[in-house]
């Protein structure tokens, strides 16, 4: 069977109806279409997934149409577990541009994208290796490389906040895979054809080799976002407008990033989320839940300023500072005098902290208006009220 050509948006808007209206019907968590690289030895093996478009929480109506589409196309859809793969062909298309029909004149620029990418498959020749439809039912752990990809996009584009979709099992999903340019190598490939590859001058430039891609390999930023060298930020980050990321000693992992305009000179490892207005100076670094935190995701607030190469390995809060080259943990001894504690406490008002002189970090941990240094003379680790809003340069951003 086929879906008829539908002549108008009364039409379109009561065969999505039809379709929703049928028993075991389930809107997707999220949904999209992806050409697939397959593995160069192993072509059942999908190596990484590229999504024109991405689909989160929206969008009903086309996941309604696609998985119409498909099972029109004799390919049926399974919405029982928690997420469904398939590979598209050429009755897929034709039952989507039928199905989309009244819409495909408007379907340019920011309109009707999911129409867009129906457009542009059916201009395709071949189509029925390498694209790929993926459906998210439940946010579970992910058991395909098409849905750890669609999550990480999700991520990336800031379709979801950080920290907020699961992505636990991906390192398993995912292949070690060496990376030329945004094409992904098989290693075992490279190994069995490395003397031929090598002595005919065919052997690729491998950039890097590693489960995820680059940031940048998939993702356009926003007009005002800088990342000065693509190998700083890997796939999954999330870099808000006027996020610059320069070179050295930077680096943004994945589930990770900033919550506007953020300088990063540093790193920023996984989990860990940076508030707008702050800077991560020169070989700063904020640790990832795997680093000493305890488990415990860290968060920096808005205009906040780790120095150079300081450790930062638990959650602080606005206009707080670090000075440069100082580790502050969960467990570091914290000497505050009477003075500075009351200062503290006015612009805390709902911190409950004790009338002492020494504090473990942890006690100060998320409070706003810090300024934490190491006193030259003792050596001793002093918390002050930080006297200074931390601005960027809006010059440079």
Not at 18 to 42: C, E, L
Not at 217 to 242: C, E, F, W, Y
Not at 280 to 299: E, F, M, Y
Request: glycine share 10%; hydrophobic share 40%.
């Amino acid at each position: 069977m086929a879906i008829d050509k539908i002549n108008s948006t009364d039409e379109f808007k009561a065969l999505i109806d039809n379709i929703k209206s049928q028993d075991g019907y389930i809107d997707p968590i999220a949904f999209g279409i992806a050409r697939v690289d397959r593995g160069q030895k192993n072509a059942d093996k999908i190596l990484q997934a590229n999504y024109a478009v991405v689909n989160f929480q929206e969008n009903y109506g086309s996941s309604a149409i696609f998985i119409k589409s498909l099972e029109e196309a004799g390919i049926s859809v399974d919405m029982s577990g928690s997420e469904f793969s398939a590979t598209i062909n050429d009755g897929f298309i034709s039952n989507a541009m039928n199905a989309f029909a009244p819409y495909l004149s408007e379907a340019t620029g920011n309109a009707h994208k999911n129409v867009q990418v129906i457009k542009a498959l059916n201009n395709i020749d071949d189509i029925a290796k390498n694209f790929r439809i993926t459906f998210i039912y439940e946010d579970s752990n992910p058991t395909t490389v098409e849905s750890a990809y669609l999550k990480l996009y999700a991520l990336s584009l800031s379709k979801v906040a950080l920290r907020s979709i699961n992505l636990n099992g991906a390192f398993g999903v995912l292949s070690n895979v060496a990376w030329v340019g945004n094409k992904p190598y098989e290693l075992e490939y490279l190994r069995d054809n490395e003397i031929e590859m090598k002595l005919n001058g065919t052997y690729p430039n491998i950039d890097s080799v590693d489960k995820f891609p680059r940031y940048l390999q998939h993702i356009i930023p926003a007009d005002n976002t800088r990342v000065l060298d693509s190998s700083k930020v890997r796939m999954g980050a999330q870099l808000a407008d006027g996020t610059t990321v320069m070179p050295g000693a930077s680096y943004i992992n994945f589930n990770a990033g900033t919550l506007g305009a953020v300088m990063v000179e540093g790193r920023i490892s996984s989990s860990a989320i940076v508030g707008a207005g702050s800077d991560v100076g020169g070989g700063a670094s904020i640790l990832g839940v795997l680093s000493g935190t305890d488990g415990n995701p860290i968060s920096i607030g808005e205009n906040t300023l780790l120095g150079a190469n300081s450790t930062c390995g638990m959650s602080i809060g606005d206009g707080c500072i670090i000075d440069g080259g100082l580790a502050i943990f969960e467990g570091t001894k914290i000497t505050i005098d009477a003075n500075e504690l009351a200062k503290i406490k006015k612009v805390n008002p709902e911190a409950s902290l004790e009338d002492k002189e020494i504090f473990k970090a942890k006690e100060l941990m998320g409070l706003n208006g810090i300024h934490f240094r190491s006193n030259s003379t003792t050596g001793k680790v002093v918390a002050l009220r930080s006297i200074r809003e931390v601005k960027l340069n809006d010059e440079l951003h």
